[in-house]
């Protein structure tokens, strides 16, 4: 088991930063690939970004390239998502994810979920 844990979101006005966190305890952290998803209200959940084990490949949505940036931290157990240039429309829950492929985490094969954290971007 992979316990995650979101903190770092909140409101921010339209232009803005935030950088979420994602804390992991459990089993071996550094095996998986870790990514970012996000649901707005009435709507599915959709990929954001991805990363790596090793942190050395990243893949973005292109809603969010350019803007977004995905980190991990084997040692800390943590990944972390920069969001700049923030958009109303990237109002949403943002979720951790953990999957053991990095290309099928994309697809949303997810092993594990974090609970989710909210950010509100006004305009």
């Known amino acids: 088991q992979v316990q995650l844990v979101e903190s770092g979101g909140g409101l921010v006005q339209a232009g803005g930063s935030l950088t979420l966190s994602c804390a992991a305890s459990?089993?071996?952290?550094?095996?998986?690939?870790m990514g970012w998803f996000r649901q707005a209200p009435g709507k599915e959940r959709k990929f954001v970004a991805v990363?790596?084990?090793?942190?050395?490949?990243?893949y973005y949505a292109d809603s969010v390239k350019g803007r977004f940036t995905i980190s991990r931290n084997n040692a800390k157990n943590s990944v972390y998502l920069q969001m700049n240039s923030l958009k109303p429309e990237d109002t949403a829950v943002y979720y951790c994810?953990?999957?053991?492929?990095?290309?099928?985490?994309?697809?949303?094969?997810?092993?594990?979920w974090g609970q989710g954290t909210q950010v509100t971007v006004s305009s």
């Open positions: 990363i790596s084990w090793r942190g050395d490949s990243t």
């Open positions: 994810a953990a999957g053991s492929d990095y290309l099928d985490l994309t697809e949303g094969a997810v092993d594990y």
């Open positions: 459990g089993r071996a952290f550094s095996g998986y690939a």
